[in-house]
């Protein structure tokens, strides 16, 4: 079931959060149709009450939870042409200071999630002959910042997927992109 309005079909993922939301709204004005995706749906909820944008609640730590809301927007929307990743964690403990389970999640939640976006969205943009997916890396991967060793790595991650992902997809038409913002 397609909607009615014609913009650009974006998928945001860590709609709930500052950058995302922002971004949600932002993408809203500009008259595409935005699918606000996070885990938190009473989070959600409110977006989609401010803004009458339709949501997905998964995790996408979880690959299959990602293909599955990927499939899920092609079957309403028909099409997907640009995926914003928002995902992440703002981890700020030294390595000396970091867990096995810490460290897990940080990648997970930071550099894994990006990796499933990419993988769920560039055999339909390769499809429809392109689109566009911006991953959220850091300030923090480029510059040396104390007790970021977790974060800095992680994100350090996403920007050399950015960077091969571009180069495998360019032929395809999909462009992939990072913004990497400092402390937000």
Not at 23 to 40: F, M, N, P, Q, Y
């Amino acid at each position: 079931m397609s909607s009615t309005h014609s913009g650009p079909v974006s998928l945001v993922l860590g709609a709930t959060g500052g950058i995302g939301g922002a971004l949600s709204h932002h993408l809203h004005e500009r008259g595409h149709r935005v699918i606000a995706a996070g885990r938190d749906q009473g989070r959600l909820d409110e977006l989609a009450e401010t803004l009458g944008v339709r949501t997905l609640a998964f995790d996408a730590t979880a690959f299959e939870e990602v293909d599955a809301a990927v499939e899920e927007v092609l079957r309403q929307e028909g099409r997907l042409d640009g995926v914003a990743h928002c995902v992440g964690t703002v981890f700020l403990r030294p390595a000396h200071r970091t867990d096995p389970e810490q460290w897990q999640e940080v990648l997970a939640t930071n550099l894994g999630s990006a990796f499933a976006v990419v993988r769920a969205v560039t055999g339909p943009m390769m499809k429809a002959k392109g689109g566009s997916i911006v991953l959220t890396a850091s300030a923090a991967a480029e510059v040396g910042m104390a007790n970021h060793e977790a974060i800095a790595a992680a994100k350090a991650g996403v920007a050399g997927l950015v960077r091969s992902a571009a180069a495998t997809y360019a032929r395809f038409g999909v462009r992939v992109n990072a913004v990497a913002p400092g402390l937000v």
